[in-house]
């Protein structure tokens, strides 16, 4: 039997929403403190709140836009999260500098899949961070998009940096009930992530977590 896919459910906006992901099966969560664009952003004393109201086991994500390493430790400890998820990129030598700051917490370097450019990205990264999340967003553009679009990108590339990476790598990017079977066997990725495909009316909806976590566990079988 293969091994069942994480499930980080991202843009957590409540206590009642973490307790709902976690009861439906995540092993993470994602809270998205200020960014240019995207949504679920809320503020750092809620995401302090939610990170507390959840058991030790479960990841929780900081989502942040800062690229400076000292105001990302800052955030980091305001937030009290376990894991802090760089949506930017940082300056050379940005994560070994963070990584000094934040000993015990788990270091994400997200990689906006744009093109081949983007393998090398993941391969440099991998070297210092502690895990790789794999999304649509496009931080090259006027204002950034560090992730929440709802659209997907090339498997291929992320199936490839899936294949050479060393460390675990989670899929985002435009993901649901229909098509995460398929992305799951394409890419055969550590874990997956999602925001806009379990919500309506901008709160998260059981119903469509519940199918989706129905369709991971099948991809599994």
Known sequence: MSRMTRVKVCCIRSVEEARLAVRLGASALGLVSEMPSGPGVIPETRIAEIAASVPPSIGTFLLTSLTDPAEIAAQQKRCGVNTVQICDRLAPGGLAALRKRLPGIAIVQVIHVTGEASLDEA????????????????????????????RTHDWSLSAEIVEKSEIPVYLAGGLNAENVGEAIRAVRPFGVDLCTGIRTDDRLDEYKLRRFMAAVAAAAR
Do not use: F, Q
């Open 123 to 150: 391969r440099a990264a991998a070297r210092e961070a502690d895990m790789l999340l794999l999304d649509s967003g496009n931080p090259s553009l006027p204002i950034k998009v560090l992730g929440g679009t709802g």
